[in-house]
């Protein structure tokens, strides 16, 4: 709430600075005429239009500074992360588990139920013994496609997921699995489907 808020605040001084900046520019530009005439007015009204514009592109550069330093930006970092080896509970700077050394976390419970929105055009695809398979090339409705360095893309369900984070997806199965568990494979010639 208090966020959403200084975002409004943020909002209507934007806007505040604008309106003011195209009154300041007339204002400057009636002068200007009045002392140097008429063909300076133009310039005159430029040349404040164009400060203001600069103090708006750096206010706007500085509010993410500037949510930061009023702590309002810590909501975009999850606070806890969750050890996909054994399920406890971290805190998301710490490199291993406290509880059993693992280094593996992601945002959800290992077990919960993944959905496609864990699986990200570009992520890495881990299998169980940690050897990577590729990387995620497109995403259907039950399973997504991993393109495969010299192999045959492979379609791979998302019930194979054992867990994600931001960059990786790690898969239930070993290595030796893969391809070999009568998952879909796309056509080789044209598009896949
Ligand atoms: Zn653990």
């Known amino acids: 709430m208090r966020v959403v808020l200084v975002a409004m605040l943020l909002a209507l001084t934007a806007l505040f600075t604008l309106a003011l900046g195209v009154w300041l520019a007339a204002w400057v530009g009636l002068e200007v005429r009045r002392v140097y005439g008429q063909e300076w007015e133009m310039l005159g009204f430029l040349a404040v239009v164009l400060v ?4 708006a592109a750096l206010a706007y550069r500085w509010q993410d500074q500037l949510m930061n ?3 309002l930006a810590s909501y975009a970092v999850p606070e806890t992360l969750f050890c ?3 399920g406890a509970t971290s805190s998301p700077d710490a490199m291993a588990c406290t509880a059993c050394g693992g280094t ?3 945002i959800s419970m290992p ?5 496609r929105w864990h699986v990200q055009i570009g992520m890495d695809v881990l299998c169980s013994d940690g050897r990577p398979v590729g990387t995620v090339k497109r995403r259907r409705v039950k399973d997504f496609l991993v393109a495969r360095a010299l192999q045959r893309d492979v379609y791979v369900p998302f019930s194979a997921i054992a867990g994600a984070n931001a960059r990786e997806v790690h898969l239930s199965v070993p290595f030796d699995m893969v391809g070999h568990s009568g998952w879909a494979r796309p056509a080789l010639v044209g598009r896949p489907n």
């Open 52 to 55: 203001m514009a600069g103090i």
């Open 69 to 71: 330093m009023l702590g």
């Open 84 to 86: 996909q080896t054994c």
């Open 104 to 106: 593996r976390f992601a």
């Open 111 to 115: 077990g919960a139920p993944k959905t």
